[in-house]
């Protein structure tokens, strides 16, 4: 069973059972980083394009190596020294890329929907959103829910917390798409002022107390509180919300004692999660970047017209 | 040049008239009412099976000259205007440079008469540059011909500029134009705040950034005696505040376009530019809102909010698309669509909304087939189909959401002082 449609643009346009195939296709890559020589040639002779409008460490690197190891070619376009800076629109850019034959563009934009603007403009390359705006960052969520599961038997019936800046996340949206399609009994937690209009309608509970999010919880999804998206003053100071949000060893023992911390990045120390907690035992921050490689390394298989899983 | 409309359905709200008549025109005015016997020198039209109305009048149009020719021309606005039944239009100030003197409203007026088509109604700015900050001078502007004023495009943040200008334009009887929306609340939206714009992940534009411009409007139009059009309107809230303010005897009046009477923000696919618009679309229930303010009266008229945008403006990403959309060549069959066939309002209730009120609000002079008034008409085939075709607008933009839609309702005919600026073959 392959993909149904050409792009990756959300996990909004993804069924369940296309969440599994990726999941069961990134567990099947896994094991190619662990080897001496971490480098097959599946995809040889493909090629990628990173189309990052926004600045990126893992994500962008993570689509890099997640290519090279599967044999294709990728290329990294920064924008802050490309003809964008000369004016040159997001469609141009795209088409002008797409007539240089990549088979992927994955593209990083501070504006939601561009993913899907440009692939209404392309018609060859495949889209993948590597995060538009406040709205989606489905390879996140996958990798996300791919260390969730190497921790807990099954995502259905987990309570899962996301505490923190729901309303500018577009990692909270593609999380809250991904486990509520999943079962999970998904909480969000943060000042109200962060919580975005009527996001119920995901099936999720809202809370402004951690306590309450954090009871009997399973995973604890931390967010960063994205001061470049925040124009105006949504809570005092950062002390005030770290003494409110901020995860520390005392909250930790509101959660199941085989809870998870998770993270997406870049973490704040300090602000939202203490100084210590990112290293300690029930912190699995470092996984999940290494899963974001075996998941976008699926995610480029799938996307290039695999339709089973790998024989490696 | 006489000319005789035979056999139309006159709808005239202006004397409570409905009647299949003839209507006569001469010398620029109308010259009979009845049952008229044609002159071989006459020119005869055959209007059976038609609606006779008094000219439309669509007060809420961006003509983008001076400044912006590129997405729209006095000229090019006008003939989108007259092929949408319109045969008057007012022209909002928020041109390069702002018509907020006496210059720029006798540029239009003169680039509008070379035109020769629509009447042209220019409405001035309230305050110079649109700043906000100074009154622009309103009394020149009213001498060389605007029958407004209006900073359209924002509100007029500062309550007491806001309250001195209601006060100084009842020198003129002008009504001050209002784009509602409170600039701190809408400032990071860029479509309603709801369950869309959170699945969309983009920011939300408050409903209460409407309301509150709103009510504030409603307060100080009843403290200084000014006369106060709320333009746009959109929610539902919004409209029982001009409900109450009507009720109390406030001079507030309101108008509603048709994108925010048929659609809801729900509507909004794929990102498409151009579902996009200042005020947003609302919800579904705000839709409602609106048809039942059509049906029962508390809004005044409607008003397309023709807003020309350039490929370039709309060519992009949600967040970074122009506000606005193009209405003169929809409007019409869009009105006759959603509220006639589907029997929302009158035909007689639509000719007050497209003329009576506005020229009543506006003081065109205009707006009635009365033995002498000035001929200006507008003509519907009610039952004709078209199929909107963005192509084939005259309108230099193309920035429209009903491309494609299948709409009844067509202006045949408009009649400006007697001569007529636009025809279209239906019964072929």
Known sequence: MPLREKHLLGIEELTLDEIELILNTSRSFKEISTRPIKKVPTLRGKSLINLFYEPSTRTRSSFEIAAKRLGADSINVDVSQSSVTKGESLIDTGKNLESMSPDIIAVRHSSAGAPHLLSQYCETACIVNAGDGMHEHPTQALLDALTILDHKKKIEGLKVAIVGDIAHSRVARSNVLLLGKMGANVWVCGPPTLIPMEIEIYGVKVTYHMKEALEGADVIMMLRTQRERQSEVFFPSVKEYFALYGLDTKKMGWARRSAIVMHPGPINRGVEIAPELAEAGYSVIFEQVANGVAVRMAVLYLLLGASEEPGL | ?428
């Open chain 2, 1 to 428: 040049m006489t000319l005789l409309l035979k056999g139309g359905s006159v709808v005239d709200p202006s004397q409570k008239l409905e009647k299949k008549l003839d209507l006569l025109v001469e010398k620029g005015r109308v010259a009979g009412l009845g049952k008229i016997q044609a002159k071989k020198s006459w020119q005869v039209i055959d209007a059976s099976g038609w609606i006779v109305a008094p000219g439309f009048v669509d007060m809420h149009v961006h003509l983008r000259e001076p400044g912006r020719e590129d997405k729209e021309t006095i000229l090019t606005g006008s003939r989108a205007a007259a092929a949408g039944g319109f045969s008057s239009i007012t022209c909002m100030p928020n041109t390069q440079p702002v018509n907020d003197n006496e210059a720029i409203t006798r540029f239009i007026l003169e680039r509008a008469g070379r035109a020769g088509l629509v009447n042209v109604f220019p409405a001035g700015a309230i305050t110079k540059g649109l700043e906000g900050k100074e009154l622009a001078e309103i009394g020149e502007m009213v001498k060389a011909g605007v029958v407004a004023i209006t900073d359209d495009g924002k509100s007029v943040e500062n309550n007491q500029i806001m309250r001195r200008a209601l006060e100084y334009a009842k020198i003129f009887d002008i009504p001050i134009i209002d784009h509602c929306e409170d600039r701190q609340l809408a400032a990071a939206g860029h479509l309603n705040e709801s369950a869309v714009s959170t699945r969309l992940g983009m920011g939300g534009i408050s409903r209460a950034a409407e309301e509150l411009d709103v009510a504030r409007d409603t307060i100080l139009s009843r403290i200084t005696g000014g006369r106060v059009h709320i333009a746009h309107i959109s929610t539902q809230e919004s409209l029982s505040w001009v409900r109450q303010a009507k009720k109390q005897g406030i001079r507030v009046t309101c108008e509603v376009t048709p994108h925010h009477f048929i659609l809801s923000d729900e509507d909004i696919k794929n990102y498409d530019t151009n579902f996009k618009m200042y005020p947003p679309l609302r919800t579904p229930s705000d839709v409602k809102a609106m048809l039942k303010g059509l049906s029962d009266g508390s809004i005044d008229c409607i008003a397309s909010d023709h807003a020309p945008h350039s490929r370039l403006e709309k060519e992009m990403t949600f967040e970074e698309a122009s506000n606005g959309i193009i209405g003169l060549e929809t409007a019409v069959p869009l009105a006759w669509e959603f509220l006639i066939r589907r029997k929302i309002v009158s035909v007689s209730r639509l000719v007050e909304l497209f003329s009576t009120n506005p020229n009543r609000i506006l003081k065109l002079g205009r707006g009635t087939l009365k033995k002498g008034a000035i001929a200006d008409i507008t003509v519907i085939d009610p039952d004709c189909e078209i199929i909107v075709d963005v192509k084939k607008f005259r309108s230099k933009s193309r920035n429209c959401p009903f491309h494609d839609w299948r709409l009844h309702g067509v202006p045949v005919m408009v009649i400006v002082k007697g001569k007529i600026i636009f025809r279209r073959d239906t019964k072929v």
